[in-house]
């Protein structure tokens, strides 16, 4: 069972940067396909970025091109993404996922808060 632990969300002011963080507690999550999802409240959970195990092929939601970027460390078990030029609508729990085939893992979450 692969558990996976967000961390580095906080609030910040429009325009900033932040970069938040998932550790996960197996080696073998390098070869999974991570990706991060965000909830903002009242609303569904909505794909924000993935990449592949090898961090050679990497996918972002239209509305965070340019300024998100997902990346990961194998050798760290960790998954990041570098959020910036924030803006209010970014405000969310972020999640991040691993997959590999029909195995899915799911992280607590980390909340994101962007002030205007």
């Known amino acids: 069972q692969v558990q996976l632990v967000e961390s580095g969300g906080g609030l910040v002011q429009a325009g900033g940067s932040l970069r938040i963080s998932c550790a996960a507690s197996e080696r073998t999550v390098s070869s999974y396909t991570m990706a991060w999802y965000r909830q903002a409240p009242g609303r569904e959970r909505r794909f924000v970025a993935a990449i592949a195990w090898s961090g050679a092929y990497t996918d972002y939601a239209d509305s965070v091109k340019g300024r998100f970027t997902i990346s990961r460390d194998n050798a760290k078990n960790t998954l990041y993404l570098q959020m910036t030029n924030l803006k209010a609508e970014d405000t969310a729990v972020y999640y991040c996922?691993?997959?590999?085939?029909?195995?899915?893992?799911w992280g607590q979450g980390t909340q994101v808060t962007v002030s205007s």
């Open positions: 996922k691993a997959t590999l085939g029909a195995k899915v893992y």
